[in-house]
């Protein structure tokens, strides 16, 4: 068990565009913030949360269903600023991870609590043959000497990825340090910060090999679906309501007051939020509704995500992501699978970034509205607050 745990939940969210908060997006019902802290829980005594000002405010309604469980404010932006605002709260040692970085605790905790007792900084990398755009472990001679922010693809000094998942024996001594980092606000001033400290005391790092998924972009919320849809159990809540001739094959959680009409198929995982309707001869396979739904009838949804109270009417909608108050008009598709089967890009602040995906919907912001016979080319995104009139083709990102 570790004295402390920091979960840094107050980033922009910036390159999550056209959907909100990424510290606070909900799956299976609960937001991904709460997800964490019931998942570390058991293994520090103190849970810290640093939230902006900018969410503090619903992250406050979370960490307050918890004991133990503290929230702090950051001052200022970005990973320095956050641990900055923690001096006068927390003291000793420390476990610092981001909100937004899900592994598997259960095999990573036990080989830093096995490490604690010789090193005083311990690290966390993945091994990675494709580039990511994060920090690289550098070595000399098989010894961590530093981390490397964002090289360029044909400059990294290894194929070791850092997760954010930093175990210092004494956070007090490292705030130390990183007090004397001008500018605390800009980027890379906690990587600064950690190359400095690694000259001065033991340290060590812990190779991951298991699972690990993000929020960074908007697409990655189909990845964090998937993790949590395959921890689900079957589940009926209570007043649920399921036509007899509907065909429901594998896992699906359906939580209170949901209606599944005639002849429609669930084809799990599956979850399905409160309140939603699921309407004659629709299908959803693989995916993940939200409340207060309306899944209307020949309708379909594949590997998808749908946020709460959203109201689909004769549609496709593959691979996507849908978030809050969305509704689509009779014959909207949205298209997930380009012709010539490359890769799927996606302009994110002037640059193309490669999404890895070669099955990709749309990516809808929230209180859209969609006109009749709409069609959303794969990968395009889409501003809250839109409204698209009927018949439009949609191929570049509004």
Not at 249 to 255: L, R, S
């Amino acid at each position: 068990m570790f004295k402390n745990i920091i979960i840094l939940a107050g980033g922009k969210s910036t390159r999550f565009f056209p959907l909100d908060d990424k510290n606070l997006y909900y799956f299976l019902g609960k937001p991904l913030l709460e997800h964490q802290i019931i998942k570390f829980l058991p293994f520090a005594k103190h849970i810290f949360v640093v939230a902006h000002e900018r969410n503090c405010k619903y992250v406050e309604h979370i960490t307050e269903k918890y004991s133990n469980t503290i929230l702090i404010i950051q001052k200022g932006e970005g990973q320095a600023s956050a641990l900055l605002s923690c001096t006068d709260f927390i003291h000793g040692e420390s476990l610092v991870v981001n909100n937004c970085d899900i592994f598997n605790e259960t095999s990573l905790f036990p080989s830093i609590e096995k490490m604690k007792k010789t090193d005083k900084l311990i690290l966390t990398a993945k091994k990675m043959t494709d580039y990511f755009p994060g920090g690289y472990l550098q070595f000399d001679k098989n010894k961590l000497t530093k981390l490397v922010e964002k090289p360029r693809p044909e400059d990294r000094p290894s194929d070791m990825v850092r997760l954010v998942v930093d175990y210092f024996a004494d956070i007090n001594e490292f705030i130390d340090v990183l007090q004397k980092v001008p500018e605390p606000h800009k980027d890379g001033v906690y990587e600064k910060a950690l190359n400095n400290y690694i000259s001065l005391v033991p340290t060590n790092y812990i190779e991951y090999s298991d699972e690990w998924c993000y929020l960074k972009y908007p697409w990655h919320v189909l990845t964090v679906k998937d993790h949590f849809l395959r921890k689900i159990k079957e589940y009926r809540g209570k007043n649920v309501s399921i036509d007899k001739s509907a065909i429901i094959t594998g896992e699906a959680y359906i939580d209170d007051n949901v209606k599944i009409h005639e002849y429609s198929k669930i084809v799990g995982p599956c979850f399905i939020g409160s309140g939603t309707v699921v309407g004659n001869y629709a299908m959803i396979r693989e995916s993940m509704v939200g409340s207060d739904c309306v899944i209307g009838g020949y309708t379909e949804v594949t590997r998808t995500y749908i946020g709460d109270r959203v109201w689909l009417h004769r549609n496709y909608v593959g691979d996507s992501v849908f978030e809050n108050d969305i509704l689509c008009g009779s014959g909207m598709v949205s298209a997930n699978y380009r012709f010539d089967t490359d890769e799927i890009a996606s302009p994110v602040k002037g640059v193309t970034v490669h999404t890895g995906h070669k099955k990709l919907g749309a990516i809808v912001g929230s209180c859209v509205t969609i006109g009749i016979n709409t069609s959303l080319m794969p990968g395009v995104k889409i501003s809250p607050y839109t409204i698209i009139m009927p018949h439009s083709l949609i191929q570049k990102d509004i």
